[in-house]
């Protein structure tokens, strides 16, 4: 007796080729081809910001009593526990840009105030007063004029030798102002 074997041709021919056509998917990186589409964003262009200042000269008064008497020299004026000097400087600003926030800050480096001494710096727009002030209008560049005023404080409880005959180093503190975020 014999047996016959029976051969599936088509069953093999179909794993050939479906292996031929993963080999060809793999060869491409795997990668198929879908459909896409792109679009520009805008027709023009827009650009960013700026904010220039150019800062005053400082003049200063002994405000201790509340009279805000001038000092003419303030290298020759010097403080005592319980004085409040103030200084005021006009600062031009240029400011470009949308939402503009400005924040002002005293920089004072260090050992540029003796111990007992502090210092604060606020804004003033005119009508608004402040650490921070909006530059409203400024998408064109507009132009600010701002008042800053330090304020130098010696401490009435401010004791001990270590106190006396410190320098305050003016020359190492300015007046920053920094963009802030809108929050």
Known sequence: MTTTTKKNHGAVKGTIAAAA???????GAGTFALWNQSGAIGTAATETGSLTAEFGAMAWQDTTTGAGNPIAKIEDFRMVPG???????????????????????????????PSGVTATVVLSDGST???????????????????????????????????????????????????????
């Open 83 to 113: 004085d409040t000097v103030v200084g005021t400087s006009t600062i031009d600003v240029t400011a470009t840009g949308e939402n503009l926030l400005v924040d002002a800050a005293l920089d004072t480096a260090d050992n540029a105030l």
């Open 21 to 27: 056509g993963v080999a060809v998917l793999l060869g």
């Open 129 to 183: 007063t402040g650490e921070t002030l909006e530059l409203t209008g400024s998408n064109d560049g507009a132009e600010h004029q701002l008042t800053a005023t330090v304020t130098l404080t010696f401490a009435a409880n401010a004791e001990g030798d270590a106190t006396m005959t410190q320098p305050i180093d003016l020359t190492n503190m300015s007046i920053d102002l920094q963009q802030r975020l809108n929050s």
